[in-house]
């Protein structure tokens, strides 16, 4: 069975600033992974997905993730966040099944600041 | 596509009412998924379908709780007899149904029962 974990639950950073948000993931098969955003009063919405191929990921937004298989970690990553990037971010792992099942990690608030 | 519908957007009910939650997924989206949040407990997954049939209910909290899907265009999440501690936002998110697809989340019922 698959499992993920977001290390963070709340993340504050200032305007400009870098960040990066943690997940991993716990899986005896290979893997896809995801990150989902959501905006405040919205419904999830995609990020970035890794299937296969590069390591590192890019998506909407400036935000890029990188696979790293021998650490079981997705870490998603941005150069200089804006006002705009504060939501909760979701880290979530298929179950390689043939339903599109997700499972989701708890979730991280990404708080940026003036 | 307008993407996933759901409705009604916010329900404020009294403790012991029924409660019908409403869905329309994507069409030619192969499964379907309910999902609650609340901050407590985050994003929790319900239910999910498919090609309408029910694959994993193990996530429903109690009997109170039903989830139907009729047809390939619309999913219902019942509660009854509602407690306040029902109250919560729902999401309804409908996928292609393979494990590389993401799944495209609806805006949300917020359920509010006194």
């Known amino acids: 069975a698959q499992s993920v974990t977001q290390l963070d639950s709340q993340v504050p950073v200032f305007e400009e600033a870098p960040v990066e948000l943690r997940c991993n993931y716990s899986s005896s098969v290979s893997v896809y992974l995801f990150w989902y955003v959501q905006y405040p009063n919205q419904g999830l919405q995609l990020l970035l997905k890794y299937l296969s191929g590069s390591t590192l990921v890019k998506g909407i937004n400036g935000f890029e993730a990188e696979f790293n298989k021998s650490q079981t970690s997705f870490h998603l990553r941005k150069p200089s966040v804006h006002i705009s990037d504060t939501a909760e971010y979701f880290c979530?792992?298929?179950?390689?099944?043939?339903?599109?099942?997700?499972?989701f990690g708890q979730g991280t608030t990404l708080q940026v600041k003036p | 596509d307008a993407g996933v519908i759901q409705s009604p957007r916010h329900e404020v009910t009294e403790m012991g009412q029924e409660v019908t939650l409403r869905c329309k997924p994507i069409?030619?989206?192969?499964?379907l998924f309910w999902y609650r949040q609340t901050m407590m407990r985050g994003l929790e997954l319900l239910i999910y379908f498919n090609n309408n049939v029910p694959i994993d209910d193990s996530g429903m909290p109690e009997d109170r709780f039903s989830a139907k899907m009729p047809n390939a265009s619309f999913s219902t999440l019942k509660i009854q007899p509602s407690e306040p501690r029902d109250s919560a936002v729902y999401f309804c998110?409908?996928?292609?149904?393979?494990?590389?697809?993401?799944?495209?989340f609806g805006p949300g019922t917020r359920l509010t029962v006194l």
């Open positions: 998110a409908s996928s292609p149904g393979q494990g590389w697809d993401e799944q495209f």
């Open positions: 979530a792992v298929s179950d390689r099944g043939n339903t599109g099942k997700l499972i």
């Open positions: 069409s030619g989206h192969n499964s």
